[in-house]
Structures are given as structure tokens and as C-alpha cells.
């Protein structure tokens, strides 16, 4: 692959504010007896990296170590308090799965809507149509509404969808939380697709097995700071996530099971 | 911080066509959040276009008389409304039906793309949150979405106007036309500042509810504007200061003042001097309060997400 950049993250910090009280009442009782009205945290905390053109990205850490809240900054959802974010290309993917799907709509009408949300034209959607539809495989569910469906196919229809953008980058949250096993076969062949292809592959993950397939490098974030960068295998090893336990088959798909 | 606003207005993601991703000249590194606020929302028309039939086919989902009721609604107000007035009251001018309801199309308009407007981007939290879309898609979509209900206020108030031997002329379909305009444009205005704060405080909601109850009182719509200049005499100038009251005048030229037996006589009985040159100047006023709009959400727009 050519050595361009895809996404260039320069020393970002991204401050959320916590707000204790929200009603006039409550901060004002607050005031009186001189308690915190509000607190800022770190989310993101002078985070750099540059990813080239064609690298799969692996994003791993524990819950609330900021991986959401990249993806978010990278998929343009949210602006960077310091420091900036820039990709090249177009973006898809799926910050958790199902994402704006109006449950009164149908699967075929949230197909639509989903892929307009994504950048696709209305001709683009119509001629992926059918292989969005065979990849979802609701079957007869298609016309009723998304509302009735269950966890399992909603987020198959999610990622059907987003994983049929022509993208530049793809984003991938804990995509095969819900899915069964066939499907997460498929989608993991999918995403093994989109690498080959020399897309820009993200993929965030609490499954070491998985990533060890997917990825060529490994992010780790401890608590908004970038505690490693580099290879995969000490990435994992790095995180000790790679404690004994079944051979490296087994151990891929029960984390896979475990990721929800 | 400063360099997030620099790639703005640059080459958006959504405008290259893949395949050309691996040529030298493919797009630049840009900032993904970069958006140039309206514009993108007319840029990204076939999803506006989604939004509003998303709105539309949601809100009759489930109803059994469906898109029917919009038919109704109106119907029913005119019906309450008139009992009242002409009725009870024995109030009224000629032809009070047309003058009331020709009010009532405009009030309802502007009073549903204000409230639905500023509750917009509450109500589309999960989209909001998970997907780069520009926010202002979303009080543009509830402008356009009751737009749509103007219609079968249009189609019946049409009809009645017809029945009584109105004939359309073109400077009534000129005021009609910039009632509309300004109608739209204002309530896009007031709908983007009040969606983002409401995002904040939720009491904008609130707010907006209890304005929107004024609309109707405040405007010529169930007395008639010659009233206002009998009582107040030259202080009537300053309740031409209201554009909704502007704009249900310049919509009571289009329509009511033709169905009466001499159209004439009561436009110079019952509208203002000057209506065209007041309208435009509340125009350009609404355009304003619009590019205000859009500077305050710009602002508020960062912290959204997190908010919500």
C-alpha cells in the first residue's frame, strides 16, 4: 500500500463535564452547603498516532479507557477539545450496533435511511440492496418493523448496512457483541475482506483471538492516555490479556462470547 | 483547536466517489467533523429527504385514519374557533371563516416548526449520538415536515375561497408566497437555537410551548387588524413588529380579502399601508435571526453528544 496517511490523531484531549445537579433546585441547595456543581475528566488525554492508508488497527482496553470516545472523535460525531483529528476518505462503520434505526420503520425502509445517514445515494443503495438484504438474512422480517426484531437481527441489519459503504475507513465497536456464531463468521470474513482490499481498518475489540486475525498493530488505552502502540502480540500481552486458558481457537471465540 | 475549523468548507467525505480512493488525487486529510452547517443539510438533500418522510410515515404509524386526521385537525380548530367568535361573541368581519382560517395555516405552521423544531434533536438522540450527520438536518427536517401539513390546510382553505367566488391574482399569490417564505425562514431561525439549548436545559421546551401560546393572540387572526388600529391608534406600528402578525396579513391578501364583496375597499379598511415593503423587511429580519442561528449552534454543537 501507498505510505498516505488516513487518520492523523495529534496530541487530542477530549474533556467531558459531569454534572452533578441539574435542576435550579438541586444546584442551588448545592451552592449552599459548598458542594462541586460540576467536575471535568479527561476522556482523551494527549493522544497522538498516525495510521497509514491499509493498516488494521486494533483498539483494546478496559471499559471507560476512552476507546468509544475515539472512535466518535475519528468518525466526526465529536470535535476534539485540544489538539485535531483528520482522516482522508470516506468513513463507515458501527459506533454500537443499530445505531439510529427508528424502530416504528421497517428493515427495508431503515435500510434506506441508514445508508443516506452513511453517504450513499439513493442509486448507490438501490444497487446494494440485495446483497445488504442476503447479508442481514431477516428473512420475511424485512417489511415489518425493526421494533419487533430481535437483538440479533437488529444488529445484523446494522452491520449489514455499514459494512456495504464504499469507505475509505471502516469503524468497528464491538461489532459481534450480539451476533451468533455463524454470523460472527461471517462478518469476521467480511472485515478480513475490507483488509485485503486496503482499507482502513478499526477495530475495537475486547477479544484478543480476534484481533490477533484482524489486526497488524495494537492501541491500547489505559484511562484516555495511550499506554502502547506497536505489535500486535505484545499488545495483548501488554493489556495480560493473554492469560492460559484452552488452546488459541477456543480461547478466540469465548472471548468473542464474552465481549458483550 | 483552532485547526478542527481550518479544513471546513474543504473537500467532504461524502461528495468522493469510491474507486477513485486509490488515484493521487484522491481527497485530502480533512477534519471529519467538519461541516458547513446549512448548506450541508442542502448538499445532503436525499437524506433530508428520508428525515421527512421518516417523520411523516412515523407519526401516522399505527392510525387508523392515518394522513386523514390532518384534514381534521384543522377543521375541528376552525369549527371551535368560529362557534366562539362569531357565534357567542357575534364578532367577526366579512367572510370570518377565511380571515380566521387563513390565520390559522400560518399560526400552525409556525407553531409546529418551532415546537417540533426545538425538540428535534432531543427526539433523535440515537442518531445524534452514533452518527456523523450535520444537526441542523434535523429542525430543517420539522420545518419541512410541517410544511408538508400546511397542505391540507392550503387545499381546504382553497376550497372554501373558490365556493365563495374567489379568483387567485398574482400579487395575492406574491403576498402568499412571501407569508410562506417568511413563516419558513423564521421558524428554521427560532427552531435552531432553541433545539440546541434545549439540548442543555430542557426547560427550552417549556419555553417555546408557552411562546407558541401567544402566537395565536398575538396575531390578526380571530379580531381583525383594523380593530388594533381603532383602539391603538398610532401604536398599531408597533404591533406590525410581530412578524407572525405580518405574515397572517400579508396571508389574509392572498385569500381573504378577494372573497369579499369588495376586495378594495377592505384592504384599505382591514390591512396596513405599506404590506409588501413590511414584509420583505421582516424577511430580511428572519434571515438574521437565521445566520444568528447558526453561529449560536455552531458554538453549542461541540457539546451535543455529550449532553444529550
Known amino acids: 500500500m501507498s505510505a498516505r496517511e488516513s487518520i492523523v490523531v495529534d496530541n487530542v484531549t477530549k474533556r467531558f463535564t459531569i454534572r452533578y445537579h441539574r435542576t435550579i433546585k438541586q444546584m442551588s441547595v448545592a451552592a449552599v452547603r459548598r458542594e462541586q456543581l460540576s467536575d471535568t475528566f479527561n476522556a482523551l488525554d494527549s493522544v497522538s498516532f498516525r495510521v497509514e492508508q491499509g493498516e488494521s488497527i486494533g483498539i483494546m482496553g478496559l471499559n471507560g479507557s476512552g476507546k468509544s470516545t475515539l472512535l466518535k472523535l475519528i468518525n466526526g460525531i465529536m470535535r476534539p477539545d485540544e489538539g485535531r483529528v483528520l482522516t482522508r476518505g470516506r468513513i463507515s462503520g458501527l459506533i454500537a450496533t443499530g445505531a439510529g434505526f427508528h424502530p416504528q420503520l421497517t428493515g427495508r425502509e431503515n435500510i434506506y435511511l441508514n445508508a443516506a445517514v452513511l453517504g450513499m445515494t439513493e442509486a448507490e443503495t438501490r444497487r446494494k440492496f440485495d446483497d445488504i438484504v442476503a447479508f442481514a438474512d431477516v428473512g420475511r422480517h424485512l417489511d415489518s418493523p425493526v421494533g419487533h426484531y430481535s437483538s440479533g437481527m437488529f444488529a445484523r441489519l446494522g452491520f449489514a448496512v455499514a459494512i456495504h459503504v464504499d469507505s475509505d475507513i471502516f469503524l468497528a465497536d464491538e461489532v459481534l457483541a450480539v451476533g451468533d456464531k455463524p454470523f460472527k463468521k461471517k462478518c469476521m470474513e467480511r472485515m478480513q475482506e475490507i483488509r485485503n482490499s486496503g482499507r482502513t481498518l478499526f477495530y475495537v475489540s475486547h477479544a484478543p483471538g480476534s484481533v490477533k486475525k484482524m489486526c497488524d498493530r495494537v492501541l491500547v488505552l489505559e484511562k484516555g492516555r495511550l499506554g502502547y502502540d506497536g505489535e500486535v502480540q505484545a499488545g495483548i500481552r501488554y493489556l495480560k490479556y493473554d492469560e492460559p486458558g484452552g488452546t488459541e481457537e477456543e480461547h478466540a471465540d469465548d472471548e468473542l462470547g464474552a465481549d458483550i | ?308
Not at chain 2, 469510491?18 to 477534519?31: F, K, M, N, W
Not at chain 2, 409556525?110 to 452518527?131: D, H, P, W, Y
Not at chain 2, 364583496?261 to 396596513?272: F, I, K, Q, R, S
Open chain 2, 1 to 308: 483547536m483552532a485547526d478542527t475549523g481550518t479544513a471546513r468548507g474543504g473537500r467532504r467525505r461524502g461528495r468522493h466517489v469510491a474507486g477513485q480512493r486509490d488515484g493521487e488525487a484522491g481527497p485530502g486529510l480533512v477534519a471529519p467533523s467538519a461541516t458547513s452547517g446549512l448548506f450541508e443539510v442542502f448538499r445532503r438533500r436525499y437524506l433530508l429527504r428520508l428525515l421527512v418522510r421518516r417523520e411523516i410515515s412515523a407519526r401516522y404509524q399505527g392510525s387508523f385514519l392515518g394522513l386523514f386526521w390532518s384534514y381534521l385537525q384543522p377543521a375541528f380548530r376552525l369549527a371551535i374557533y368560529y362557534f366562539v367568535i362569531a357565534e357567542i361573541l357575534d364578532r367577526g368581519t366579512e367572510n370570518f371563516a377565511i380571515h380566521l382560517f387563513a390565520g390559522m395555516v400560518m399560526v400552525h405552521f409556525f407553531t409546529e416548526s418551532f415546537g417540533a423544531g426545538t425538540r428535534s434533536i432531543v427526539r433523535n438522540k440515537s442518531l445524534v449520538q452514533k452518527m456523523a450527520i450535520p444537526r441542523e438536518m434535523f429542525p430543517v427536517a420539522s420545518m419541512l415536515v410541517s410544511a408538508y401539513h400546511v397542505v391540507p390546510g392550503m387545499v381546504m382553505l382553497g376550497g372554501f375561497c373558490v365556493a365563495l367566488g374567489w379568483r387567485p391574482d398574482l400579487i395575492g399569490l406574491a403576498a402568499g408566497l412571501l407569508a410562506f417564505a417568511l413563516v419558513a425562514v423564521l421558524g428554521t431561525a427560532l427552531a435552531l437555537l432553541f433545539s440546541a439549548a434545549n439540548v442543555f436545559f430542557r426547560d427550552f421546551s417549556n419555553v417555546v410551548q408557552t411562546l407558541t401560546q401567544f402566537t395565536t393572540f398575538s396575531v390578526p387572526m380571530i379580531y381583525p387588524y383594523s380593530l388594533v388600529e381603532q383602539r391603538f391608534g398610532d401604536f398599531a406600528q408597533y404591533y406590525l413588529l410581530n412578524p407572525m402578525a405580518e405574515a397572517v396579513l400579508l396571508f389574509q391578501r392572498a385569500f381573504w380579502t378577494g372573497t369579499t364583496d369588495d376586495p378594495v375597499a377592505t384592504e384599505a379598511e382591514h390591512l396596513p399601508d405599506h404590506l409588501f415593503a413590511l414584509g420583505f423587511a421582516h424577511l430580511g429580519v428572519a434571515l438574521v435571526v437565521l445566520a444568528l442561528g447558526q453561529l449560536v449552534f455552531n458554538r453549542l454543537e461541540n457539546k451535543i453528544p455529550e449532553r444529550l
